[in-house]
């Protein structure tokens, strides 16, 4: 921890009584502002990699030389240092493949900075749903890669994780991609650091309303299944090549999940498929798209757990279509929503809900989502 180079504090700030390594564990790096300031040339507009809710990142050059990326908190997260470096630690702690690293953090005065590991290809909203020059022509195989790397990192958040963590904000710039293209999910726990107000107005704020439940844009209703529902949108979105919060579809402009779902009932749901993917197993691309379905289905107790998710994209499964209902939507300037199942209960409801609710550690095939598995020969 005492090493100069990464700006660490060496002493207390003036008229702060609270010392922060007293509060963080050994795993978090403490950085001074200046610092930070100096990695990112200033906070400097070229160095700006990306934003969202909670505020803006920028690439960061240490003095040791590692690239950082560098997040100062927007103005709405008003914990005070102790409160703050406490959840810092709980988030230090939370380490997985599929998660991005927390390096450290900067609480000097009234700053609140998050520090990242550095991922060479940004996000997955740049890459797949960017501008040309600045996408990657992803194969099936690595779509397919990128959405079960997702739904491991999420599960891994909601059952391996004590307490579990809500993200909140799964969305295709919160999936940032490796120099191999693993997916790393970002922004997990931040919301913490944030009334539970400011996190659910800034993220509908953020434009993000295509990926979010209906039960949570609409009522402030969040548990781990409006994750699911957001990572449902994030499957389709991986397939389809369209980005769901900025793009209407058919004559009836309607958002993607909407789309998906009309082209199911008409059997035409290859037609949601990139034109960019040329080559691609067309029973593994429709089970996909048909997990994102049940993922986004409007009842949030139908929706499968991300465990669940994981095996019904990592298994050759048959999937039972005849539990799958009309997914939820929520349109704020109609205030519009599906409701077919929104409340009702019927008879695969209570199949579903004797397999999944309170059933976190029940594997997929047991479940009444999965008619056979396929077993590989």
Sequence with gaps: MGCS????????????????????????????????????????PPNKIGGGSFGVVYKGVLRDGTRVAVKPLSTESKQGTKEFLTEINIISDIKHQNLVELIGCCAEGNHRILVYEYLENNSLASALLGSKSKQINLDWSQRAAICKGTATGLAFLHEEVEPSVVHRDVKASNILLDDNLLPKISD????????????????????????????????????????????????????????SANAAFGEEMLVLVEWAWN????????????????????????????VALFCTQSASHQRPDMKQVVEMLTKEVTLNEDLLTKPGVHKPHTSRQSTSGSSQTSSSVGNIGKTTVNASRSTIIDSSFVETEVLPR
């Design 5 to 44: 180079c990464f700006g660490v504090f060496g002493r207390l700030q003036e008229g702060n009584d609270i010392d922060p390594q007293g509060i963080v564990n050994n795993r978090v790096r403490l950085f001074t502002y200046n610092a930070l300031r100096s990695a990112t040339g200033h906070f400097h």
């Design 188 to 243: 997990f726990g931040i919301a913490k650091l944030f009334p539970d107000n400011v996190t659910h107005l800034s993220t509908r704020v953020a434009g993000t309303v295509g990926y979010l439940a209906p039960e949570y844009a609409m009522f402030g209703q969040l548990t781990k299944k409006a994750d699911v529902y957001s990572f449902g949108v994030l499957v389709l979105e991986i397939i389809s090549g369209r980005n």
């Design 263 to 290: 082209l199911k009932e008409e059997g035409r749901l290859l037609e949601i498929v990139d034109p960019e993917l040329t080559e691609y197993p067309e029973h593994v691309i429709q089970r996909f798209i048909k």
